[in-house]
C-alpha cells in the first residue's frame, strides 16, 4: 500500500533509508483501553509520525495497522524523521493507561521496484532491526551511522550497542541506538538472537514470503510441544523451520538448537547428534540418550531436528524426550509424520503462485482484462515470484520482470508449483538463460518425468524435474561427476574428489574444474575453509545416486570410496600420538560421516575385514572425541558376525579395539575377555611383538579392582598381572622396541601407583617418560608426566609435582585430548588443596568433572574413586556445601581455554597466542 507523494528518490549511488516503526505492545494497550479507544490512540500515533515524514520528505510504502514502511531519499532525513516523530510521541499527553511507545528501525541501502512494489535485502534489514528495538527506541544500521554522522541535529549522536544476530539469520549487524534530547536513553537487551544460547546456522539469502505459514507454525509451537513440518524434498521446510526458531527464541530461554540429521542414517545415534550440537558427549557406559535427558532436565529448550525421515525409527526417542523433560519443545521437518502421540503436524505447502498463462484457453483469455496480459503489481504479489526475483537478481543484478517476460516467469513459477527447491535452481540459471528458455526446457522435462514416474506424489515430480533439468543441462563429464560425487556423505575435500572422481584409465582431467561448473549449476556448494570442502544438498545427492546406480561402474566408485578412507583412517591411526594428532583428529571429525558410510557399507558388500580395519584404526579417535558409546556399539556387533572369526589377525585387531573401549568405559571384566582372546590368538601365531603388545594391554585387567570399594591391591593376587608386564618387557627388550618398552614401564607404573608401592611409581613412569621423547610419543609423553605428576604429588612432594602436572596439561591442551585434561585437572585439583587454596581446587575439580562428561569416558570418575580408597583428599570436606557448589559451578562454567589458562595462571590471550599455529577443537 503506498500513502502520500511518489517514490523518493534515492540518494548518491542509488541508496535510500529505509525505515520501519510499529506500536510496542499493541494488542495489550487494545485490550487494556478497548477497541474504540485504542483506534482513537492509532490514529492520533499515526497524525504525529505522518507529520514527521512529511516535514523531512518520506514516502509511506506500506502503512498497515499501526506499522510505518517509510522510504527517504538520503540516511539523515529518516533520522530527522524518527527522531521528530519519537519527540511528538514522548510529549504527546496521552491518557493514563494508554499511553503508546513507539520502536523504529532504520537501514540504508538498494532496492529494485518489482510490479509497483519495492523489494530487497536492504528493505528486508530495516524491518528486522524494529522488530529486536523497544517501545520509545530509534535503532540504526551502520550504513545509516556512516551516512548521517556528520549532519545529526545538535545534541544528538549514536551508542554503539555492538553486532546482533537478527532473526533473519543473516550475518550479524552492528546496531546503534539514537540518542539525543526528548528521548529516552536506557532500554532493556535487545530482543535479539544473542539474548539467549542458540546454535542457528547463519543463512546466505533472505527468506522471502511465508508470511501466513511462519504465523500459522509458530502459533502450532506456541501450543503444542511437538511439530512436524512435512512435505517432499525441496518444499522449504528447514528454511521456515530456522525462521520459526528464531521467531520464537525468545520463549526459550535455555536454548534453540538446530540438530540437522541428513548424514544420519542410523536411529541409535540420533541423541548422539542432538547432544553434539548442543555440545554434549555420550558418558561412558550411558547412552547418549541419558546423557541428553539428565542435561535437559526441567530446562525450557526448542530442538529443531532437521530431515527426521532419515532415521524414522527415532520416534521412540523424541517421545521419550519429550516425557523425561517436561519444558522441551520440538520443531522437527520431515518427509513424513513421526506418528509420536502428541505430535501436531503441518503440512507446508508449495509458495502461491499465479495462474500459468499457458495452461488458459482462449475462451479465459478473452474473458480477461486486457486480453490476459499479467499485471506486473499482482504478478509481483505472489511469494514464489518474489522468490524467483530475489534469486535471479542475486546472479544477475540487472533482471527485472518486465511485459515481455512476466509470462514464463509466471508460468515457470506454477508450473514448479511453488517448490522453493525447484525456483531456486531455476532461477540461478537466469544468469545465461531467458525465462523463455528455462520455461522451454522445464517443460519438455516434466512432461518427461511426469510420463515415467507417475507413481510419485505430484509435488515430487515437479521437484525431481527441476533437479533432472538441472542435471540434464550439464554435459555427460559434469554428469558423470555429479554422480560419482554422490558417494561422499556430509561433504568431501579436493584431493578425495580427485581419487573417487576419475575413474582409472581416463584421460586426466581438471576435477577442480568441473567442481566450479557443478557450483555454478547449484548443484554443489564450497565451504568457506582451508583446504576447501564441497557439500550436496540432500535431495540432489539422492538424486544423482540414483543416477550412478543407473551406471555400471557404480560398484566401482563405492569402493573407491571405501578404499580412499580405508587409507585415510589407517594412515592417521599411527599417527594420532605424535605431534600432528590435533590435525589429524579434526580431519577425521570432519570425515566421520563418510567413515561411517564405509563402515555400514563394507559388511553388505561381504567385506567385513574392511570394518575391522576401519574400526581398529578408529578407535583411538573415537576415544578422544567422545565417541565411545558410538565405538562400543559398531565394534560390538562386529564382533557379534561370525564373518568376524575369519580372520585371526583380524579378530584380534578388533578385540584390542574393543578393549581399549572398555578401558575407557571402565568395564574392566569385559576388557579382561576382549585382551584375553587378543592374547591367546597371537601366542597361537608366535608374532613376538604382537604378544607383548597383547600382554601389555592384558596387564590393565589387573591394574585397578573391577569394584571400587575394594583394595587396589586386591585387583591381581594371584601377580597374573604383574607376570604379564614382566614377560612383556622381557620381549619388547629382545626385539629392541624402544616404545614397547616405554608402554610397559608405564603400566608398571600404574601398577605401584594403585597400589602405592615403590614410591608410587615414580621411577618407572620418569623411566617411561625418557623412552617416549626418544621416539618422539607425544601423547604417552603426556601421560607419563601426568601420572609422574600424581604420584610425586602423592608422596608430598607438592613442590616437584606442580610444574610435572601443569607441563603434563599443556601438552594435553596442544593435542585436544580431553581425556587427559580431566584427569590432570583432578590432579591439579588435589595439588590446589596441598597448597591450601580450596577455592582453586574446588573450581578445577568442576572443570574436570565437565571434561569428563565431554569424553564420554568414565574412566576418570573410576580412578578417582580407586583412590578415594587411600582417602585422597576431598575437597567438599574442606569447604562448606554453598561454597562447594559455588566454585564447583564457577569450574564447571569455564570454556576450555578458560580452565585450561586458569590453571596455568594466565590470561586467555596469553593461551591463544603461544598455541600451536592450527586450529584447537575446544
Given at each position: 500500500m503506498s500513502h502520500g507523494a511518489p517514490a523518493t528518490e534515492p540518494g548518491p549511488g542509488g541508496t535510500s533509508a529505509f525505515l520501519f516503526s510499529d506500536i510496542e505492545g499493541s494488542t495489550r494497550l487494545e485490550q487494556s483501553v478497548g477497541t474504540d479507544n485504542y483506534a482513537q490512540l492509532r490514529e492520533r500515533h499515526r497524525a504525529l509520525v505522518r507529520a514527521a515524514i512529511t516535514a523531512h520528505g518520506g514516502t509511506e510504502h506500506g502503512t498497515e495497522g499501526d506499522s510505518f514502511f517509510v522510504v527517504f531519499g538520503t540516511a539523515i532525513q529518516a533520522v530527522r524523521a524518527a527522531l521528530d516523530a519519537q519527540r511528538a510521541l514522548a510529549a504527546e499527553p496521552w491518557p493514563d493507561g494508554g499511553a503508546v511507545r513507539v520502536r523504529m528501525g532504520i537501514n540504508a541501502g538498494t532496492a529494485t521496484l518489482a510490479g509497483g512494489s519495492l523489494v530487497g535485502l536492504a528493505i528486508n534489514r530495516a524491518a528486522r532491526i524494529a522488530g529486536v528495538a523497544h517501545g520509545g527506541q530509534v535503532l540504526a544500521s551502520e550504513s545509516i551511522r556512516l551516512l548521517s554522522a556528520d549532519a545529526l541535529p545538535e545534541g544528538a549522536s549514536f551508542l554503539d550497542l555492538g553486532a546482533h544476530r537478527l532473526k533473519d539469520l543473516l550475518e550479524p549487524e552492528h546496531l546503534y541506538q539514537l540518542l539525543a534530547p526528548g528521548l529516552g536513553a536506557t532500554f532493556p537487551p535487545l530482543a535479539t538472537l544473542d539474548a539467549h544460547p542458540n546454535n542457528l546456522p547463519t543463512q546466505l539469502t533472505s527468506f522471502v514470503g511465508r508470511e501466513e505459514e511462519l504465523t500459522r507454525a509458530a502459533s502450532l509451537l506456541a501450543s503444542n510441544?511437538?511439530?512436524?513440518?512435512?512435505?517432499?524434498?525441496?518444499?522449504?521446510?528447514?528454511?521456515?523451520?530456522?525462521?520459526?526458531?528464531?521467531?520464537?527464541?525468545?520463549?526459550?530461554?535455555?536454548?534453540?538448537?538446530?540438530?540437522?540429521?541428513?548424514?544420519?542414517?542410523?536411529?541409535?545415534?540420533?541423541?548422539?547428534?542432538?547432544?553434539?550440537?548442543?555440545?554434549?558427549?555420550?558418558?561412558?557406559?550411558?547412552?547418549?540418550?541419558?546423557?541428553?535427558?539428565?542435561?535437559l532436565g526441567g530446562k525450557k529448550v526448542l530442538l529443531v531436528l532437521d530431515n527426521f525421515e532419515q532415521v524414522v525409527e527415532a520416534g521412540p526417542i523424541v517421545a521419550e524426550l519429550l516425557r523425561s523433560a517436561p519444558a522441551l519443545s520440538i520443531l522437527a521437518t520431515s518427509r513424513a509424520p513421526l506418528r509420536v502421540s502428541g505430535e501436531q503436524e503441518y503440512p507446508v505447502p508449495g509458495l502461491p503462485v499465479p495462474p500459468d498463462p499457458g495452461t488458459r484457453s482462449g475462451y479465459d483469455q478473452v474473458r480477461m482484462a486486457g486480453g490476459g496480459a499479467l499485471d506486473l503489481e499482482v504478478l509481483a504479489t505472489y511469494e514464489a515470484v518474489r522468490l524467483f526475483i530475489a534469486r535471479a537478481v542475486a546472479v544477475r543484478p540487472d533482471f527485472a520482470v518486465t511485459n515481455a517476460n512476466a509470462p514464463a516467469v509466471a508460468a515457470i513459477c506454477a508450473r514448479l508449483q511453488g517448490m522453493p527447491l525447484a525456483i531456486e535452481l531455476a532461477a540461478a540459471r537466469i544468469k545465461l538463460l531467458s525465462p523463455d528458455a528455462i520455461l522451454a526446457r522445464l517443460e519438455h522435462q516434466l512432461t518427461l518425468l511426469a510420463a515415467g514416474a507417475r507413481d510419485l506424489p505430484a509435488r515430487q515430480q515437479t521437484l525431481r524435474g527441476a533437479i533432472a533439468w538441472s542435471y540434464d543441462i550439464l554435459d555427460e563429464a559434469d554428469r558423470l561427476l555429479l554422480d560419482r560425487l554422490s558417494v561422499f556423505e556430509g561433504g568431501f575435500g579436493l584431493d578425495a574428489a580427485e581419487v573417487i572422481g576419475m575413474s582409472p584409465g581416463e584421460p586426466a582431467v581438471d576435477i577442480l574444474d568441473g567442481l566450479v561448473a557443478l557450483a555454478d549449476q547449484s548443484l554443489l556448494r564450497s565451504v568457506d575453509m582451508d583446504p576447501p570442502r564441497?557439500?550436496?544438498?540432500?535431495?540432489?545427492?539422492?538424486?544423482?545416486?540414483?543416477?550412478?546406480?543407473?551406471?555400471?561402474?557404480?560398484?566401482?566408485?563405492?569402493?573407491?570410496?571405501?578404499?580412499?578412507?580405508?587409507?585415510?583412517?589407517?594412515?592417521?591411526?599411527?599417527?594420532?600420538?605424535?605431534?600432528?594428532?590435533?590435525?589429524?583428529?579434526?580431519r577425521l571429525e570432519l570425515e566421520h560421516d563418510n567413515i561411517r558410510a564405509v563402515l555400514d557399507r563394507a559388511p553388505l558388500v561381504g567385506d567385513g575385514g574392511c570394518a575391522i580395519r576401519v574400526g581398529f584404526a578408529m578407535w583411538r579417535f573415537w576415544q578422544k572425541r567422545g565417541h565411545l558409546y558410538e565405538a562400543r556399539r559398531r565394534l560390538e556387533a562386529m564382533a557379534e558376525a561370525g564373518w568376524s572369526h575369519d580372520d585371526p589377525v583380524l579378530?584380534?585387531?578388533?578385540?584390542?579395539?574393543?578393549?581399549?573401549?572398555?578401558?575407557?568405559?571402565?568395564?574392566?571384566?569385559?576388557?579382561?575377555?576382549?585382551?584375553?582372546?587378543?592374547?591367546?590368538?597371537?601366542?597361537?601365531?608366535?608374532?613376538?611383538?604382537?604378544?607383548?603388545?597383547?600382554?601389555?594391554?592384558?596387564?590393565?585387567?589387573?591394574?585397578?579392582?573391577?569394584?571400587?570399594?575394594?583394595?587396589?591391591?586386591?585387583?591381581?593376587?594371584?601377580?597374573?598381572?604383574?607376570?604379564?608386564?614382566?614377560?612383556?618387557?622381557?620381549?619388547?627388550?629382545?626385539?629392541?622396541?624402544?616404545?614397547?618398552?616405554?608402554?610397559?614401564?608405564?603400566?608398571?607404573?600404574?601398577?605401584?601407583?594403585?597400589?602405592?608401592?615403590?614410591?608410587?611409581?615414580?621411577?618407572?613412569?620418569?623411566?617411561?617418560?625418557?623412552r617416549f621423547r626418544q621416539v618422539g610419543d607425544v601423547t604417552m609423553e603426556a601421560w607419563s608426566l601426568h601420572m609422574l605428576g600424581s604420584a610425586v604429588l602423592r608422596l608430598g612432594e607438592r613442590d616437584e609435582s606442580r610444574p610435572v602436572l601443569l607441563e603434563a596439561l599443556r601438552h594435553f591442551y596442544d593435542a585436544s585430548d580431553a581425556s587427559g585434561l580431566a584427569l590432570v585437572f583432578d590432579d591439579l585439583s588435589s595439588q590446589a588443596v596441598a597448597d591450601e587454596d580450596l577455592p582453586r581446587a574446588a573450581r578445577l575439580r568442576g572443570a574436570a568433572r565437565r571434561l569428563t562428561a565431554a569424553t564420554g569416558a568414565e574412566l576418570a570418575g573410576f580412578v578417582d574413586e580407586q583412590l578415594e580408597f587411600y582417602a585422597r583428599p576431598k575437597v567438599a570436606e574442606r569447604l562448606s556445601a554453598e561454597e562447594m557448589a559455588r566454585y564447583t559451578a564457577e569450574g564447571q562454567a569455564m570454556t576450555l581455554d578458560e580452565s585450561v589458562a586458569y590453571a596455568l595462571g594466565i590470561t586467555t590471550d596469553e593461551l591463544a597466542s603461544s598455541a600451536p599455529a592450527a586450529g584447537r577443537r575446544t
Amino acid at each position: 500500500m503506498s500513502h502520500g507523494a511518489p517514490a523518493t528518490e534515492p540518494g548518491p549511488g542509488g541508496t535510500s533509508a529505509f525505515l520501519f516503526s510499529d506500536i510496542e505492545g499493541s494488542t495489550r494497550l487494545e485490550q487494556s483501553v478497548g477497541t474504540d479507544n485504542y483506534a482513537q490512540l492509532r490514529e492520533r500515533h499515526r497524525a504525529l509520525v505522518r507529520a514527521a515524514i512529511t516535514a523531512h520528505g518520506g514516502t509511506e510504502h506500506g502503512t498497515e495497522g499501526d506499522s510505518f514502511f517509510v522510504v527517504f531519499g538520503t540516511a539523515i532525513q529518516a533520522v530527522r524523521a524518527a527522531l521528530d516523530a519519537q519527540r511528538a510521541l514522548a510529549a504527546e499527553p496521552w491518557p493514563d493507561g494508554g499511553a503508546v511507545r513507539v520502536r523504529m528501525g532504520i537501514n540504508a541501502g538498494t532496492a529494485t521496484l518489482a510490479g509497483g512494489s519495492l523489494v530487497g535485502l536492504a528493505i528486508n534489514r530495516a524491518a528486522r532491526i524494529a522488530g529486536v528495538a523497544h517501545g520509545g527506541q530509534v535503532l540504526a544500521s551502520e550504513s545509516i551511522r556512516l551516512l548521517s554522522a556528520d549532519a545529526l541535529p545538535e545534541g544528538a549522536s549514536f551508542l554503539d550497542l555492538g553486532a546482533h544476530r537478527l532473526k533473519d539469520l543473516l550475518e550479524p549487524e552492528h546496531l546503534y541506538q539514537l540518542l539525543a534530547p526528548g528521548l529516552g536513553a536506557t532500554f532493556p537487551p535487545l530482543a535479539t538472537l544473542d539474548a539467549h544460547p542458540n546454535n542457528l546456522p547463519t543463512q546466505l539469502t533472505s527468506f522471502v514470503g511465508r508470511e501466513e505459514e511462519l504465523t500459522r507454525a509458530a502459533s502450532l509451537l506456541a501450543s503444542n510441544r511437538l511439530v512436524t513440518l512435512t512435505g517432499p524434498g525441496g518444499t522449504g521446510k528447514t528454511r521456515l523451520s530456522l525462521q520459526v526458531a528464531a521467531a520464537a527464541a525468545t520463549d526459550y530461554p535455555d536454548g534453540v538448537f538446530f540438530v540437522p540429521l541428513e548424514t544420519v542414517r542410523d536411529a541409535a545415534l540420533v541423541a548422539s547428534r542432538i547432544g553434539s550440537e548442543i555440545g554434549l558427549a555420550e558418558s561412558g557406559g550411558r547412552s547418549g540418550l541419558e546423557v541428553l535427558v539428565e542435561w535437559l532436565g526441567g530446562k525450557k529448550v526448542l530442538l529443531v531436528l532437521d530431515n527426521f525421515e532419515q532415521v524414522v525409527e527415532a520416534g521412540p526417542i523424541v517421545a521419550e524426550l519429550l516425557r523425561s523433560a517436561p519444558a522441551l519443545s520440538i520443531l522437527a521437518t520431515s518427509r513424513a509424520p513421526l506418528r509420536v502421540s502428541g505430535e501436531q503436524e503441518y503440512p507446508v505447502p508449495g509458495l502461491p503462485v499465479p495462474p500459468d498463462p499457458g495452461t488458459r484457453s482462449g475462451y479465459d483469455q478473452v474473458r480477461m482484462a486486457g486480453g490476459g496480459a499479467l499485471d506486473l503489481e499482482v504478478l509481483a504479489t505472489y511469494e514464489a515470484v518474489r522468490l524467483f526475483i530475489a534469486r535471479a537478481v542475486a546472479v544477475r543484478p540487472d533482471f527485472a520482470v518486465t511485459n515481455a517476460n512476466a509470462p514464463a516467469v509466471a508460468a515457470i513459477c506454477a508450473r514448479l508449483q511453488g517448490m522453493p527447491l525447484a525456483i531456486e535452481l531455476a532461477a540461478a540459471r537466469i544468469k545465461l538463460l531467458s525465462p523463455d528458455a528455462i520455461l522451454a526446457r522445464l517443460e519438455h522435462q516434466l512432461t518427461l518425468l511426469a510420463a515415467g514416474a507417475r507413481d510419485l506424489p505430484a509435488r515430487q515430480q515437479t521437484l525431481r524435474g527441476a533437479i533432472a533439468w538441472s542435471y540434464d543441462i550439464l554435459d555427460e563429464a559434469d554428469r558423470l561427476l555429479l554422480d560419482r560425487l554422490s558417494v561422499f556423505e556430509g561433504g568431501f575435500g579436493l584431493d578425495a574428489a580427485e581419487v573417487i572422481g576419475m575413474s582409472p584409465g581416463e584421460p586426466a582431467v581438471d576435477i577442480l574444474d568441473g567442481l566450479v561448473a557443478l557450483a555454478d549449476q547449484s548443484l554443489l556448494r564450497s565451504v568457506d575453509m582451508d583446504p576447501p570442502r564441497f557439500v550436496m544438498l540432500e535431495t540432489i545427492r539422492e538424486f544423482a545416486a540414483e543416477m550412478l546406480d543407473r551406471r555400471p561402474e557404480a560398484a566401482a566408485v563405492r569402493a573407491r570410496h571405501t578404499s580412499w578412507y580405508l587409507d585415510l583412517v589407517e594412515a592417521a591411526a599411527p599417527q594420532l600420538s605424535g605431534p600432528d594428532q590435533r590435525v589429524l583428529l579434526e580431519r577425521l571429525e570432519l570425515e566421520h560421516d563418510n567413515i561411517r558410510a564405509v563402515l555400514d557399507r563394507a559388511p553388505l558388500v561381504g567385506d567385513g575385514g574392511c570394518a575391522i580395519r576401519v574400526g581398529f584404526a578408529m578407535w583411538r579417535f573415537w576415544q578422544k572425541r567422545g565417541h565411545l558409546y558410538e565405538a562400543r556399539r559398531r565394534l560390538e556387533a562386529m564382533a557379534e558376525a561370525g564373518w568376524s572369526h575369519d580372520d585371526p589377525v583380524l579378530r584380534a585387531r578388533l578385540m584390542e579395539a574393543l578393549g581399549g573401549v572398555y578401558w575407557w568405559q571402565a568395564d574392566i571384566a569385559r576388557m579382561k575377555e576382549a585382551y584375553g582372546e587378543a592374547l591367546a590368538i597371537w601366542r597361537t601365531m608366535g608374532n613376538k611383538a604382537e604378544i607383548a603388545n597383547a600382554l601389555y594391554n592384558f596387564s590393565f585387567s589387573f591394574a585397578v579392582s573391577p569394584n571400587p570399594g575394594l583394595d587396589p591391591k586386591d585387583a591381581d593376587p594371584d601377580g597374573i598381572g604383574a607376570a604379564a608386564q614382566a614377560e612383556a618387557l622381557a620381549l619388547y627388550e629382545e626385539i629392541g622396541d624402544l616404545r614397547g618398552q616405554a608402554n610397559v614401564l608405564w603400566a608398571m607404573g600404574n601398577r605401584a601407583y594403585f597400589r602405592q608401592e615403590d614410591g608410587n611409581g615414580r621411577w618407572h613412569f620418569s623411566s617411561a617418560l625418557e623412552r617416549f621423547r626418544q621416539v618422539g610419543d607425544v601423547t604417552m609423553e603426556a601421560w607419563s608426566l601426568h601420572m609422574l605428576g600424581s604420584a610425586v604429588l602423592r608422596l608430598g612432594e607438592r613442590d616437584e609435582s606442580r610444574p610435572v602436572l601443569l607441563e603434563a596439561l599443556r601438552h594435553f591442551y596442544d593435542a585436544s585430548d580431553a581425556s587427559g585434561l580431566a584427569l590432570v585437572f583432578d590432579d591439579l585439583s588435589s595439588q590446589a588443596v596441598a597448597d591450601e587454596d580450596l577455592p582453586r581446587a574446588a573450581r578445577l575439580r568442576g572443570a574436570a568433572r565437565r571434561l569428563t562428561a565431554a569424553t564420554g569416558a568414565e574412566l576418570a570418575g573410576f580412578v578417582d574413586e580407586q583412590l578415594e580408597f587411600y582417602a585422597r583428599p576431598k575437597v567438599a570436606e574442606r569447604l562448606s556445601a554453598e561454597e562447594m557448589a559455588r566454585y564447583t559451578a564457577e569450574g564447571q562454567a569455564m570454556t576450555l581455554d578458560e580452565s585450561v589458562a586458569y590453571a596455568l595462571g594466565i590470561t586467555t590471550d596469553e593461551l591463544a597466542s603461544s598455541a600451536p599455529a592450527a586450529g584447537r577443537r575446544t
